[in-house]
């Protein structure tokens, strides 16, 4: 039976776009964004073959979910993700990011990760979860792709795992 796709396309826009060097100065400041597009668009094939490489058939067109320009966790905790702020990003970056939240599934006031966990957890059709983010890999039961660049590799959660996950991050803080 043929899965459906769902990707966590914040996480390609640092895939095709380096944000920093190894001395944290800003990559490519200006770019050319027709180029960054090509490879956000080959970086999804890239995503769907690999996954064809383990000999799971998907559905012809995956969901491609944006983060929003707002997310309610800044009304809850006004500090998140502060220590990012360092992190230097083209102007490229923000104009493809731009681009995609046009082009993609944006929810209101949420960030990608949550969303495409909660379709894969509240959803009937098999899927498949790409993303780099541990959270929904190792806290959400299904098959998740790691699309991180240098790791690229399926994992099946299982129901008890992702809840003991979750309880463990919880208990972390």
């Known amino acids: 039976m043929k899965k459906k796709l769902v990707i966590d396309a914040d996480h390609l826009l640092y895939n ?22 090509k490879r956000f668009k080959e970086e999804i094939e890239r995503i769907q073959d690999d996954i064809a490489l383990e000999f799971i ?11 929003d320009k707002t997310n309610f966790r800044y009304d809850l ?11 230097k990003k083209p102007q490229v970056f923000y104009d493809l990011q731009k681009w995609a939240r046009k082009k993609f599934i944006v929810v209101s006031n949420c960030e990608a990760d949550d969303v495409c966990g909660w379709y894969a957890f509240n959803h009937t059709e098999e899927v498949i979860v790409a993303t780099t983010d541990k959270d929904v890999i190792f806290g959400t039961p299904g098959l998740h792709f790691d699309a991180f660049y240098s790791r690229r590799q399926l994992y099946e959660q299982g129901e008890y795992e992702a809840h003991r996950f979750t309880l463990m991050q919880t208990l972390a803080g």
């Open 16 to 37: 095709v776009i380096p944000v920093q060097n190894a001395e944290g100065e800003s990559i490519d400041s200006k770019g050319d964004l027709k180029k960054y597009k």
């Open 57 to 67: 058939k998907l559905k012809k067109k995956p969901i491609i979910i944006m983060s």
């Open 77 to 87: 905790y006004p500090q998140y993700k502060q220590n990012r702020k360092n992190l």
